[in-house]
Every structure is written in structure tokens, then in C-alpha cells.
């Protein structure tokens, strides 16, 4: 059985970055001798007995429980076998197979993996349907994604890449190939950087061809014979914006979109989010959910029942959060709540109190996307704040794109693309709340080294 370990890098306070592999759990065992691993999936929880049934028949009696079991992909359709979910290494490894067979593919969805995906993607044409008016919705504003947009029909470089996710099985075994649509068992989710090491090219010889479809969802998917019977007219991949021509060849499958547009292609990728991983765990057991789905939590990560925890996606945080932390599904987090979930329960324990944990007082994320590097902190997309606040702006266009969000004339939240070496002072100013009033359009001087005012 493999299981996700990383290593963490701290970039300031807040933000960190880290490197996650997968490895035997027999490794964590010989580290750590007080744990064991059991590789078996959960049959029922009883909370009112404090009792886990494993699907190979055992029970498991237990002090203190927390519940890590992550999320899954919301397919847009369940048992396609022409539509792929990409959430585990195994998942990621089928898309790989499957691309290198490919001329097109469709990309649907505007959050991290569909980013990642179609700038990374060479030798195949990409239809990419986002629902929003302009590209990654989650993390940025349209300003920013204007500026990441030339990336896409810009030569990509070949750069060396040593593979981060070597994949071990257990000692003595055979890897076993599972089908493309398993998605009913989960592995461990994709840490940061999933797709390096892995060959993401299809059968033709050019870099980028993306076409981006806006303001639209999937109303139906349609396998060959159902497409032929419609009689319909399915579009070839667009040389220009205006110009749209009927596509004379004929697809494995089918997309017909809400913008009235159909798309022959050989696979979908469906990349539009994860629900939390409740159901193992619901039946006979009176939990508190989000509206999201996820098991309610309060600031000791402890749910609604008795001795029970949870931590990552699979929870929704639901105390009084800071003014500029709010809840994401991302690797940071989930790690944050692991590690401060053990130390509640540890607490609790001991009978000794414990405070909110200081990476929940401010959202921070660094990641890359286009090859840029990206941080985000607090609001970084004015969430929540209505029309109350400001936004300041700095672009160098190709190098990068600064946005900060102000509030009454202090910091609220920030947007940095690129090397702008920014993070770690405005990380303070948002912490501090310093009134910033007094510094106007200087705050974002590239002629002013802004890092020398806040020392």
C-alpha cells in the first residue's frame, strides 16, 4: 500500500511549499513504530460505539477517530468511460495512456487541474469549456488571466524534468493496471506539481492548440452512434475566432454545449471540482454537514459527534473565521488541518486547551501555473467584501502582474504572478493591518523598494 508523504519548504509565515511523494506504507511504520497501517476500506462507522468495520471483515475499537478520507472528482458523467476524473496517481497515469493516443481532447472545468492541464499539454488540440467569462475563476480576476493567456499559444520550452511520483507498490506484489473510469476507489490525492514526470503529449507534432469556450457547461454527451442519429453538425477545431467550419472527422465521442456548440474528440476530462468523501461514514450516524457537503467542524477540527475529528476536504471549517482566511480544498490546507487536528486530539486528551492554530488567520497559497509562480493571499478576489473596497494594479507584461485589495486603506488581499518577491511583506501588512492610506499609488512603485518602508 502507498501512502502520500511530504516535504515541506516554508516560504514565510504562512505559505509553504512542499514537495509530496508517494511511498510504501511500510516505510512509515519502521519511522513511526506507534502506527499501523491497515489497508482495507471503511464498511460503517458506528460513532454510537465507537466502533470501525474495515470491507475485509474486521472491527476496529477506538478512542478517538479522525476522519482524513479526502474528496472525489464531481464527474459530469458517472460511468463514461470516455469521460476521465484526475484526482489520484492512478487517475493521472490513465490520462497520460490515453493521451498519447490522442489528436483532441475536451478540458471541462476552470479551477487548479484544468489550468495545469491545458498549458502543459503539447501535440494534442484542446476545446476548453469554462463556465465563467474568463480563465481560472478560482484563483484570479480577468485582469490576471489576460495576462496569463499569451502562454497558451507560446512555444513551450522542453525542460528536463526529474519525476516526482515514482510509483511503489507493496513488497512482493505486481502493479495492477485498474480500469480508466475507477473512480469509486480513491488513492491519495495529486500533491503540488503532479504533472511532472509524466509524458503529456498526443499524437501530433506542434506545442500549444488551445480553443477556450466561455459562459458555457455540458449539456450532453454523446457517443458516436447517438451523434450520427442526431443528425447533427459537430465543429472543427477553430483557426479563427469568427470563422467556425463543420469537422469531417468522426469522433469517438461527442460534447454538445450549452452555447449550442458540438465537439467530436478522442476523451473528456472532466476537471470541474470535488464533493467531500462523506458517504462511507454517514449511514446510521447523525453528522452535521455543511452546505457543501463536507462533515461540520469547529476551531478544535472536533465534529458533531462524540470523539470524532476531521481534517482536509473531506470537512467544512464552520467557526468564525478570520477576516482574510476563508476555506479552500487544496493540499496546504488539508496538511495544515492534519497537523492541527492530531494536536486537538492530543489536547483533548491531556484535558489541556488549545488555540486556533496561526495558519488559519490568513489564506495563503503559492502554486505555479503557465510556469509562472502564483500567490495568493487573504481576499485575494475581494470575496465577500461587496463593493467596499479598492484594487491597485501593477503588470509588466511576460514578467508579472501584481493586484493587491484594499479596504478603508489597509491591505486585504493580493495576487502576485511571477517573481515578484512581494509575498513576505504583504503577508505582514495583511496580518498587521497597517493603514496604508498615506503610501497611495507608491505601495505598487516598481521605482520604490516597498520592502524598505515595512522593515
Known amino acids: ?28 511504520e519502521k519511522r513511526y513504530p506507534n502506527i499501523k497501517v491497515i489497508q482495507s476500506g471503511v464498511e460503517q462507522l458506528r460513532g454510537d460505539e465507537h466502533k470501525i468495520f474495515t470491507e475485509d471483515g474486521k472491527e476496529y475499537v477506538y478512542e478517538k477517530l479522525c476522519l482524513c478520507a479526502g474528496a472525489k472528482p464531481k464527474l459530469i458523467s458517472e460511468g463514461n468511460p470516455y469521460v476521465l476524473g484526475i484526482r489520484d496517481t492512478d487517475s493521472a497515469q490513465a490520462f497520460q495512456k490515453n493521451l498519447a493516443q490522442a489528436e483532441r481532447i475536451v478540458v471541462v472545468g476552470n479551477g487548479g487541474i484544468a489550468l495545469e492541464l491545458v498549458y502543459e499539454i503539447q501535440g494534442c488540440e484542446v476545446i ?51 480500469p480508466v473510469a475507477a473512480s469509486d476507489k480513491l488513492g491519495s490525492a495529486l500533491g503540488p506539481d503532479w504533472h511532472e514526470g509524466l509524458s503529456l503529449k498526443g499524437t501530433k507534432e506542434f506545442s500549444h492548440k488551445v480553443h477556450i469556450e466561455v459562459l458555457c457547461e455540458v449539456k450532453k454527451i454523446h457517443l458516436q452512434q447517438e451523434f450520427l442519429q442526431l443528425q447533427q453538425t459537430s465543429l472543427a477545431f477553430p483557426k479563427e475566432v469568427k470563422n467556425v467550419e463543420p469537422d469531417e472527422v468522426l469522433w469517438p465521442v461527442y460534447v454538445e454545449l450549452t452555447n449550442g456548440k458540438i465537439y467530436g474528440c478522442n476523451f473528456i476530462v472532466s476537471a470541474t471540482g470535488v464533493v467531500p468523501n462523506v458517504t462511507p461514514f454517514l449511514a446510521g450516524n447523525n453528522f452535521a454537514l455543511g452546505e457543501d457537503g463536507g462533515l ?17 476536504d473531506i470537512c467544512t471549517a464552520s467557526w468564525e473565521p478570520s477576516p482574510v482566511w476563508h476555506q479552500m480544498r487544496l493540499w496546504t490546507q488539508a496538511r495544515q488541518m492534519g497537523w492541527y ?21 490568513l489564506f495563503a497559497h503559492v502554486t505555479k501555473f503557465f510556469n509562472y509562480k502564483v500567490v495568493v493571499l487573504g481576499k485575494y478576489n475581494a470575496q465577500g467584501l461587496g463593493l467596499d473596497h479598492e484594487l491597485m494594479l501593477r503588470c509588466t507584461k511576460g514578467q508579472e502582474y501584481v493586484k493587491v485589495v484594499m479596504q478603508s486603506g489597509r491591505m486585504v488581499g493580493a495576487v502576485l504572478i511571477g517573481d515578484t518577491d512581494l509575498e513576505e511583506t504583504f503577508e505582514n501588512l495583511i496580518l498587521n493591518q497597517m493603514d496604508l492610506s498615506a503610501y497611495g499609488e507608491d505601495l505598487l512603485n516598481p521605482d520604490v523598494d516597498i520592502e524598505d518602508y515595512f522593515d
Not at 502507498?2 to 516505510?27: R, Y
Not at 467542524?297 to 475529528?309: A, N, Q, R
Open 1 to 28: 500500500m502507498d501512502e502520500m508523504l511530504s516535504k515541506c519548504f516554508e516560504v514565510s509565515k504562512t505559505l509553504e511549499e512542499f514537495d509530496v511523494e508517494e511511498q510504501p506504507s511500510s516505510l512509515l
Open 128 to 178: 476548453w469549456a469554462i463556465k465563467d467569462k474568463a480563465i481560472g475563476n478560482t484563483f484570479f480576476d480577468a485582469g490576471a488571466a489576460e495576462f496569463l493567456i499569451p502562454k497558451l499559444s507560446a512555444e513551450k520550452q522542453e525542460t528536463p524534468i526529474e519525476c516526482k511520483r515514482t510509483k511503489y507498490t507493496m513488497e512482493g506484489s505486481e502493479e495492477k493496471e485498474r
Open 296 to 312: 461540520k467542524v469547529d476551531k478544535h477540527m472536533h465534529t458533531s459527534l462524540p470523539d470524532i475529528y476531521a481534517a482536509g
Open 341 to 361: 487536528a492530531a494536536k486537538c486530539m492530543a489536547a483533548d486528551t491531556l484535558g489541556e486547551s488549545i488555540d486556533l492554530d496561526f495558519s488559519f488567520e
